[in-house]
């Protein structure tokens, strides 16, 4: 499947007191940017039938206008969708979101309802992209939350994620380690894993590989010509042999020898 068809939202002015923003607190470079431009972009609101409002996309700037002292701010609001359906929203509205691991779980919900060439289609990503995100996505949760922290960054998960077996599961103790450790998971670590996982490869296909021909002795070689030959001429190699030994035989090689 390539292509989604989701809902028109509804554009409104809600009131602050409506809203639960699920973040700490507003950041100061936000409140900034609110009282200088003012809203720019609407926040994203999902309404249950009952008529509440869950925050599905804007919480910091719901609480940076708290802050500022707004009663009211603009939203898009939707009805009640899939998660699968909200994922799409999200991507959407960001296109490159901050957080890849996010991403990569928005991505993940999109799978079942669309081909990684209709999930590209519908978000704006290149199909390079989306195919990193998803193979991101086959991270376990503990793990993809560590992206963007000191343990382990993008280009490294990235690499990770194309492990398989044996090697991705030694991979993915030793970033857990390193995250309990407080230490860095980086690219040299990843690297001692994956020079194991070459070496191996090159054992196996070493051992696969047949073995070498033997070389065959001039002598023989000489000796299964000679016998095909009289079988092609219908001369008894027991007579052949008769005659080269004969002194009649002889004479005549080395007068051979001796022309050629």
């Known amino acids: 499947m390539l292509s989604v068809t989701l809902p028109q939202p509804e554009t409104r002015v809600v009131a602050l007191t409506e809203l639960d923003p699920q973040t700490r607190g507003a950041s100061n470079h936000l409140k900034a940017a609110l009282r200088t431009t003012g809203q720019l972009h609407p926040i994203t609101l999902e309404e249950s039938p009952s008529g509440q409002y869950l925050i599905r996309d804007g919480n910091r700037r719901v609480a940076a206008a708290a802050a500022l002292g ?4 603009t939203a898009q609001v939707y009805g009640q969708m899939t998660e699968a359906e909200w994922a799409l929203v999200a991507l959407g509205i960001h296109n490159r979101s901050p957080n890849p691991a996010e991403e990569a779980r928005h991505l993940a919900l ?4 669309l081909t990684p060439e209709g ?7 290149t199909l390079g992209a989306v195919r990193a995100r998803l ?10 939350n560590l992206i963007g922290t000191s343990t382990l960054s993008l280009g490294t998960a990235t690499r990770l994620s194309r492990l398989q077996g044996v090697f991705l599961n030694r991979a993915l103790n030793a970033v857990r380690q390193a995250a309990r450790d407080e230490k860095p998971f980086g690219a040299s670590a990843l690297r001692e894993i994956t020079v194991a996982r070459a070496e191996l490869l090159g054992a196996r296909l070493l051992a696969c590989a047949p073995a070498p021909v033997p070389l065959i002795p001039a002598c023989e070689l000489l000796a299964a010509e000679v016998r095909s030959l009289c079988a092609a001429r219908g001369v008894g190699l027991g007579e052949l042999l008769s005659e080269l030994g ?6 005549a090689a080395a007068q051979y020898a001796e022309v050629n």
Do not use: F, M, Y
């Not at 999109?110 to 309802?113: A, D, E, I, S, Y």
């Not at 590209?120 to 990503?125: E, I, M, Q, R, V």
């Not at 193979?135 to 993809?144: E, I, Q, R, T, Y």
């Not at 004969?246 to 004479?251: E, I, K």
């Open 246 to 251: 004969s002194p009649a035989g002889q004479t």
């Open 110 to 113: 999109l799978v079942g309802r």
């Open 119 to 125: 999930i590209s289609a519908n978000t704006g990503l």
């Open 135 to 144: 193979k991101l996505a086959s991270l376990p949760g503990d793990v993809l």
């Open 70 to 73: 707004w009663t009211e701010i």
